[in-house]
């Protein structure tokens, strides 16, 4: 299958991802942060895919705008973002598009931010589910089985990385500016 991601993709999921990021930082990078990949993303997706769950890839940092990022959003019933803080504010403003755009949709959350900011992301009606601290022994159930969670998960993690799977590094977004490729 020949995808030129972002931009024009063949849509393979009902759930999406959503990279999180400032707008564009992939396309016209400035420097060697913009290089950097969310790792909670890569173990995640990881471990969905290695369990059946496959999702679609978007990222706010591979597109340059708004109206961008909203056509990569429409048409799915789940989209999945890890928060950090300085991603709080990209996340809530694509949460409203999302829902905008796919009004029976569901938002999966969780990341830095509803660890250390609960108050911040609890009034965000948009986030249907919020897990704090670590993810990985519940994505799986909680996408497979969000009406047995509360809106407040508290997340269970493997008790060392040495538990974790090798992350597939293809499930990361692409660099897509030419100084980066």
Partial sequence: MAITWP???KKTSNILWLDLGDLGDLVNPDGPHEQWQDHGLGLLRTIMHQNGIMTDLASTRAVTSWEQ???Q???YDVMLMNIRSY???VANKAAQIFKELNPNGKIYTGGMHATVAIDEMEPIREFDKICQGPGEKVIVDLVRNPDAFPRVIQGEGAKSMAEWPMIDRNLWPKPEGRRIK
Avoid: E, Q
């Fill in 7 to 9: 931009w024009s993709r």
């Fill in 73 to 75: 959003l429409k048409g």
């Fill in 69 to 71: 990022l909203a056509k």
């Fill in 87 to 89: 991603t709080f504010p």
